[in-house]
DNA sequence: TATGAATGAGCCTTCATTCAT
DNA sequence: AATGAATGAAGGCTCATTCAT
């Protein structure tokens, strides 16, 4: 009788959740909402996925792993790649992932994972191995290439270092747009700000390698 | 018979709103349990603030202006000082701020700040704008100081680049601790996390002021 | 385990409602009364009529219908019915819904229905369009066929005062049963009464219709 | 450190209590807005007159002898009065009072004091009797005097369709000015009306005193 | 498989009143 | 005589979840 979108109510409900839950969050969004968005009962989120916790960390995961898929931090890269070219590899898709691809929903949905990070809530835990480790692990690996010899709590700093410039583009998105709007980050302009990530990590890095003499 | 200290309802209601909001943010705390805790009545929050809002507001407004006192990023610097000393005033009292003084009340407010940051709700943008603005350009005057004759839109981005490693321990707190450990930003290694940031970013403006030769 | 009949939920709180809203009218009555005598949980009225203002305009709303139904001002009248004689059931109907069928809850929303007509709320407008004005209109029909040729005005002013003697008792009725409780309106008296009014009105309109000689 | 008007907090009181009662009602009204408007302290009224409804009741004993000062019912009425001029001084000071002076805080309270009638709280007894009774005492005098030797039940049903026709102006005001706003009684028509009344009752007062011959 | 009805816990707020000063 | 602080009761409403169908 409603019986609406081709798809079945599980995936509906999925999609939906990705919108209500990527602009209010867990706590604010409503199972009401997602299921009126969903043209479903409002019984059918329990019903399909037991909660809105569930269905909220259904939904994250989704995310993540398009995230990945979309953005992975080696592309291109090959054997006969330089650290720096890998390096470069991996600023620009980490940046590109930033940027997202213009769909508002999983710009939203971004952020819920930004929070996350910041404050892991109980079901993150899993999540956060198998994607973020792993990705910071590669970029480990790029450093160590690049200061050989070096020890690696060396190696880790470095690399937080650089990967801290990265982040700052996505966690201070809104205070860079209000405080240095020309700063911000856009498609048009991610190689020039890769160049310049590029330039000044490489100068750090150059100043650890050779040390500050006398 | 529950009077607890006369007149002293309106502190103890921000003192128990610092700890609850701190804990649980704005949408999850509860106006009964901040009433408890401050042993007054539910009534109370209304009564001394309007609204449970105006009190979350007023909490982030205590909170900032504890920090900007206990935390003011030209600590000791003098009209003598060089760009240098400066840098790194700015930077340590940046980390500073991130460690704490270890009262859990303070370090949980700080969470709900970067939340406000990553994601602003309506009633923080005058707080930021009195707050974070005139704080970063603090750190543009420096790094221009530092770069003469480069552009604007360089200097920005190089006090980018020196922000985000600092503010990676503050935003990725808890991604470093499960990650890498001997990272963690702790009261212990703060002056060798300095010494890291400010080699690692001199390094990098060196490269940025002398360009990329050939 | 409290569950009543199943599915009559939205009956029984409309029943409830058209009793404590009787009694106590809008802002006085409480859903929580309303709910507990129909049995059903607070937050039922929430639930089936979205909130108390709509629920208790549904309340008036089925009130009105029903003394619709019950009391057409136009009883058992034909075309060949005389004005007089169509003036008579117009006036007794008036007065038989005044009376009421002896249902205490009847009586109690109808005061709430004076009270609509004295002070309307936001919500009476349509309501006061679709059942007073016809009913009016009605009258002023009557009237103009016994004074032909007599101005709009005069036929206004005449269809006043008729209503007038009629909405008396209703308006006053508490004033009468203290002060001359032998002209309370009772089932026993509305013909006697009825009588009274014709005599009266029609003395009235004759004086109207010819004028004051000399 | 507050205070602000001339008359004491009491006087200010009342005349904030004939403003936000006349307004609001008795149970819309709140303590909260007539002490802010008295520039009173919230515990005010509380004090002065023991409660919300004391002062309700106070407000309403004061706007009924103003208006018993300021309509007569019978205004210039000597011992040489006929009774039809005597009824015309009673139709056209009740219309007066009807229409009001346009102060629009008595027009209010002119509402409350209707809907007192229409269902008189428990403080409106003794109220009733002082100022509706002997009123209409009066008023029963004047048709008695009209109708010699008719008993006094006629006399009673001839006195309240005279008061029918003048009071569906206060009852009814709203519905009049929506369904023939040409019958609204206004300032300007009062004696016109007051005609239209006196022909019409005298007529039917005729009528009565007659009877229907055959 | 899916739903409409119903629930119960809980939330923020309002308000008249009280009390110590 | 008057007040600012504080209270407790209550009120309307929201929401995730359950259950019979």
Do not use: W
């Amino acid at each position: 009788m409603k019986k609406a979108a081709p798809h079945g109510t599980k995936a509906r409900l999925l999609q939906a959740g990705r919108q209500v839950f990527g602009q209010h969050g867990l706590k604010n969004a409503t199972v009401r909402e997602i299921c009126d968005i969903a043209q479903a009962n409002v019984a059918a989120v329990c019903y399909h996925f037991g909660s809105k916790e569930e269905l909220y960390v259904a939904v994250l995961k989704d995310y993540l792993e398009g995230e990945e898929r979309r953005h992975p931090r080696d592309k291109g890269v090959t054997p006969q790649s330089t650290p720096v070219e890998r390096l470069r590899v991996y600023v620009k898709s980490f940046l590109l992932q930033i940027v997202g691809d213009g769909d508002p929903v999983n710009e939203c949905l971004g952020r819920r994972l930004t929070q996350e990070i910041i404050e892991p809530s109980q079901h993150f835990s899993r999540i956060f191995e198998r994607h973020c480790r792993p990705t910071h692990e590669m970029l480990q690996d790029i450093v160590r290439a690049m200061l050989p010899g070096k020890d690696e709590s060396t190696i880790s700093r470095c690399a937080s270092s650089i990967i801290g410039q990265c982040v700052l583009f996505d966690f201070a998105k809104e205070a860079i747009t209000r405080m240095t709007p020309e700063l911000e980050l856009k498609a048009s302009n991610i190689d020039s700000i890769t160049d310049f990530i590029m330039e000044f990590s490489l100068g750090g890095i150059k100043q650890i390698r050779e040390g500050s003499p006398t």
